[in-house]
């Protein structure tokens, strides 16, 4: 049986918490004295009205979580969150479509990166402020945020964790899991401060800086200037700007073990970083001789675009500072694998993880020696640790469902009009939380507003299915799940 009563107290708690989120952006809204003081007001007032009556109802249920139960109140968690995130600009006016304000905000949460908005620079500076913030908030984990601020609030938190944490093997930094949430969020908060401190060091003014430092160390993209980076015209600022992305698309907790234990050998000894490394050095590498072949780029400007370019598909940011659309068709594939491999688990990138490329490279390899040698027992091991067969058996349930949607949404792309450019890298950009697409209609530089309203739905549930990494939703949507026992 579903426990109605808990989840429902659960998701009155995340609304008081949101409520109180948007309350920052009420005070950004009052500091500037622009119009979407109002919107943000009402939308709070509203917002902590719709908690009360959710803890009311679960106001008597006990304070512990199956794994159904968990599963499903991550789900509905992200979802409610995006409709109640929707009031601020719905009531503002600055989106009269409810379809497109579902669009941005579930955007914004998974730190997708995609927008509808075709002129971001006519929004107020509390708007503004709340795409970023959104972007921040999802970085980890709206639940995960939660049980690094409230972990009483959640019973059965390690469940939780389970069902919206990103990657398939993971490590813990304490042995209560509330104490890693917020060691995690601890490194979170460090790299967005000295991406803030770095942006102002070298241009930007404070506005401009927060703004940015929470869409790079979210890996969202969002940004304030219609032309993004692009807008600074800075190599500085660029090269600042891949930095934090690539850091951001580390393992978190690696991160903690490489710097705050100062064993940074952990970290170049890492299989997953190396390949992580390897992967974005040998993009670089191809996109610049490229561009220097027959855009005509210089060598510092071909180098610093394309690894831009690469660590910002690869991590799922999304931000530009060139117009990939406008380079040789080549590069597109090269990009367009990044947007499929996303970057380490257990960091703020979407997409397939390159863990699980890694591993996958592993099975093959493993595979080729079995036909040479059918009795040779083969293990797979990730940094000398043996990946259990239990684990290989949902690595490869993983790849074939992941790849298998990504067919079916560019093929209902395609129904809905697009071309079949456009519709691969829509769904690629979807369900990987990237941001972009590549294509002429809609371009790396270009909003989705062109998109028709069953297109923006279908995106809104792919980014929603890739932030949670598809099991957690589509479980719910098996008869098996809603059964009694």
Same mark, same amino acid.
């Not at 009563?5 to 918490?17: A, P, T, Y």
């Not at 497109?100 to 990166?113: I, K, L, Q, V």
């Not at 941001?435 to 790396?444: D, Q």
């Given at each position: ?5 808990? +989840? ?13 989120? #948007? ?20 939308? +709070?007032?509203? /917002? ?11 106001? %008597? ?117 509330? #104490? ?29 800086? =927060? ?17 993004? /980076? ?49 992967? =974005? ?93 059918? %009795? ?110």
């Amino acid at each position: 049986m579903i426990n109605w009563r808990i +989840i429902s107290k659960i998701i009155g708690s995340l609304l008081f918490i949101e409520a109180l989120l #948007m309350t920052i952006c009420l005070g950004v809204a009052v500091y500037f004295k622009e119009s979407d003081s109002f919107a943000f007001l009402v939308s +709070i007032i509203s /917002i902590w009205f719709f908690g009360f009556i959710f803890r009311l109802w679960g106001r %008597n249920a006990n304070n512990t979580l199956s794994r159904k139960d968990a599963y499903l109140v991550v789900s509905l968690s992200w979802i409610v969150f995006s409709f109640f995130g929707t009031f601020p600009f719905l009531i503002s006016g600055y989106i009269t479509n409810f379809t497109d304000a579902y669009f941005e905000t579930m955007s914004g949460f998974s730190t997708t990166g995609a927008s509808v908005i075709d002129d971001v620079e006519r929004l107020p500076h509390g708007l503004l402020f709340w795409r970023s913030f959104t972007q921040w908030i999802g970085g980890l984990g709206i639940v995960f945020f939660t049980i690094a601020v409230l972990p009483s609030m959640v019973g059965g938190s390690t469940k939780v964790f389970a069902a919206e944490a990103t990657g398939p093997i993971r490590t813990k930094l304490h042995p209560r899991l509330s #104490m890693s949430a917020k060691w995690i969020w601890m490194v979170y908060l460090i790299l967005t401060i000295s991406c803030f401190g770095c942006f102002m060091l070298f241009g930007m003014n404070w506005w401009e800086s =927060i703004n940015y430092s929470m869409t790079t160390t979210a890996t969202g993209g969002f940004a304030i200037y219609n032309s993004s /980076i692009a807008t600074f015209q800075s190599p500085a600022l660029e090269y600042v700007s891949t930095f934090f992305c690539f850091l951001s698309g580390i393992n978190f907790t690696l991160l903690y073990f490489s710097v705050a234990k100062l064993q940074v050998k952990d970290l170049l000894r890492n299989a997953e970083f190396r390949f992580y490394v390897a992967i =974005i050095a040998i993009s670089t590498i191809f996109i610049a001789w490229q561009l220097i072949q027959h855009n005509g780029y210089d060598v510092e400007h071909a180098f610093r675009s394309a690894v831009f370019q690469t660590v910002n598909f690869i991590t799922t940011t999304g931000l530009f500072s060139d117009d990939a659309a406008k380079w040789p068709h080549a590069t597109w594939v090269v990009l367009a694998g990044c947007m499929f491999m996303g970057g380490c688990s257990s960091s703020t990138s979407g997409a397939f993880k390159c863990v699980r490329g890694l591993m996958i490279l592993k099975v093959i390899r493993n595979e080729m020696h079995q036909i040479l040698h059918p %009795n040779a027992v083969l293990p797979l091991k990730i940094n000398k640790v043996n990946v259990p067969m239990q684990n290989r058996v949902t690595l490869l349930a993983f790849l074939s469902i992941y790849v298998g949607i990504l067919v079916l949404v560019a093929f209902a792309m395609m129904l809905c009009g697009i071309d079949y450019t456009n519709a691969l890298t829509i769904s690629l950009s979807c369900i990987g939380n990237v941001g972009p697409s590549l294509g002429l209609e809609i371009g790396p530089t270009m909003s989705w507003s062109m998109l028709s309203d069953t297109a923006k739905w279908l995106c809104s549930m792919m980014m929603l299915v890739g932030r949670l990494e598809i099991f957690t939703v589509l479980v719910i949507l098996t008869p098996a799940f809603w059964k009694k026992n």
